[in-house]
């Protein structure tokens, strides 16, 4: 059993302040993993201090220190990928295949602040004038627990390549990961004080955070209700904000797409990183004079997928975070039944031999209404929605009615239709024909799914506030 009893504040880890200590449980067997000790404000107030006393040399460093400095990060993270992704597995629950990726990703953002940076103008003119784009100051990062590691690179390689320093709190459910992360970044060589770690709850150390003068902007990745929260308490000091927040993301399979192709790869899709995914394509919108086709491709893709200890190459879904998050899912497919959908897979309990962790059954719902309660609001596990369209115009009509707008997906056989499609969609991110990732590309939702963007240049700007010099 593993005690991490030490924040990481001005370059060393330090005895915290705080001293209530939260369990570390394995949601695969409920097996104690470690203890976290908490930090509170003051420990909140070390950190802020000394990330403030670093910003003061740090907004002065070249582009080319920067880009040494992720360098340094970047080749450090690369070497410990494997330990990464086993405690990734442990603590977290996600399945290898995931961990994997998602450790490998974290790269990308090194790498592609390093390229952003190769090619950033921090000097333009607007008119007569120069405009300078300088370092907003103390970043308070504060993450989530669903690829926690993944956000802190990201956003911390945002800050670097920015000149901006950082004070993160991430998830209290992922400080083994934290740990193992925060003991790479020092081996690295990070300046005294440009990063911070206080892990603690919430309302108590994120709420330090939100609510500190010192702290100039709060990039967030989370609920839409924490981020609504912290967008209110973070406007008393009129902190800029990036937020990250929750989808419901339709999936439209339009009616010339290869079907036995499309709807199982939209099945194991919706059920990504255990279906605890912002981005999840968790509605799946297919032409209704197909329903039954579907409803039967849907069903033998939902019997393929091998739920089960993450740890195993082969599983496709592990357990869900917490017993919190099990309970969560579990209330939302009772929802679905009570709200008249029908179950075309899995349903509530746990598969059968898997009683000791968070597992919940893959489950469809198909005849879903786009006003049903699990058409419209986020889940977080692996629940899919078949929801049925009459025509092309019905299906971007219904992937509009949603108060979110993260991420969306468009499969056709004709390329230029599906992209036609995709124009008339409201989110941030449209994928055509599959899955896609690019960390250069913006990231961030439209309507309740966030504010700014996230990745490359754009991501870059929201860390950078524009000075005009009139000469
Ligand atoms: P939250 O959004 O509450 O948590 C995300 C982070 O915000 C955590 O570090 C959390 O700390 C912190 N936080 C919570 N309250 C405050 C506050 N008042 N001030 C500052 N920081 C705060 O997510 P949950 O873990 O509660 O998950 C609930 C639901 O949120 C999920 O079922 C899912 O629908 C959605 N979600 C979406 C994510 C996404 O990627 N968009 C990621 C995670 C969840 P602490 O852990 O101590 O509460």
Not at 321 to 339: A, D, L, P, T
Request: overall charge negative; some cysteine.
């Amino acid at each position: 059993m593993k005690s991490i009893d030490k924040g990481y504040i001005n370059g060393a880890f330090v005895t915290l302040h705080g001293t209530q200590v939260f369990d570390l449980v394995s949601p695969t067997d409920h097996q104690l993993l470690g203890q976290v000790t908490l930090g509170d404000e003051t420990d909140v107030e070390r950190a802020v201090a000394a990330a403030k006393e670093a910003f003061k040399t740090f907004r002065h460093s070249s582009v080319a220190e920067r880009i040494q400095l992720l360098h340094n990060l970047r080749e450090a993270v690369s070497k410990r990928l494997p330990e990464l992704t086993e405690v990734m597995i442990q603590e977290y629950g996600g399945t290898r295949q995931f961990c994997t990726m998602s450790t490998q990703y974290s790269l990308s953002y090194f790498d592609s602040l390093i390229e952003t940076l190769q090619n950033f103008e921090f000097e333009r003119k607007a008119g007569h004038t120069m405009v300078q784009l300088t370092a907003v100051g103390v970043v308070g990062i504060i993450t989530p627990w669903n690829a926690s590691n993944g956000f802190i690179c990201s956003k911390l390689a945002t800050a670097i390549a920015a000149g901006c320093t950082v004070v993160a709190k991430p998830s209290e459910m992922s400080a083994l990961q934290t740990q193992l992360l925060t003991e790479i970044f020092h081996e690295a060589g990070l300046p005294k004080g440009l990063f911070n770690v206080v892990n603690g709850l919430g309302n108590v150390v994120g709420n330090a955070i939100t609510t500190h003068p010192d702290i100039a902007k709060i990039s967030f990745t989370g609920s839409t209700v924490t981020g609504k929260h912290i967008a209110r308490t973070a406007v008393d000091t009129i902190k800029r904000v990036t937020l990250e927040l929750g989808g419901k993301s339709p999936n439209i399979i339009l009616d010339d797409a290869d079907f036995e192709k499309a709807i199982p790869q939209a099945v194991f899709g919706a059920y990504m990183n255990n279906g605890q995914a912002c981005i999840a394509p968790t509605r799946l919108l297919v032409p209704a004079s197909r329903l039954e086709e579907v409803n039967q491709l849907a069903k033998a893709a939902a019997a393929q997928v091998v739920v089960g200890n993450p740890s195993d190459e082969n599983t496709n879904v592990g357990p869900m975070v917490s017993e919190k998050q099990y309970e969560r899912v579990q209330s939302y497919i009772n929802i679905g039944i009570h709200e008249g959908a029908t179950l075309l897979a899995g349903g509530t309990g746990k598969p059968a031999g898997l009683e000791n962790g968070n597992f919940v059954k893959a489950t469809i719902f198909t005849n879903v209404r786009n006003d049903m309660r699990i058409a419209q609001e986020e889940i977080f596990g692996p629940v899919l929605s078949i929801i049925p369209y009459e025509n092309e115009a019905d299906a971007i009509a219904i992937a509009n009615d949603t108060t979110y707008g993260l991420a969306a997906y468009v499969t056709s056989a004709d390329e230029q239709r599906a992209i036609r499609v995709a124009a008339q969609i409201d989110a941030g991110r449209v994928c055509v024909n599959g899955f896609k990732h690019d960390p250069l590309a913006p990231f961030g939702g439209f309507k309740q799914s966030g504010i700014g963007r996230e990745f490359g240049t754009f991501g870059l700007e929201e860390y950078l506030e524009p000075k005009s010099i009139l000469i």
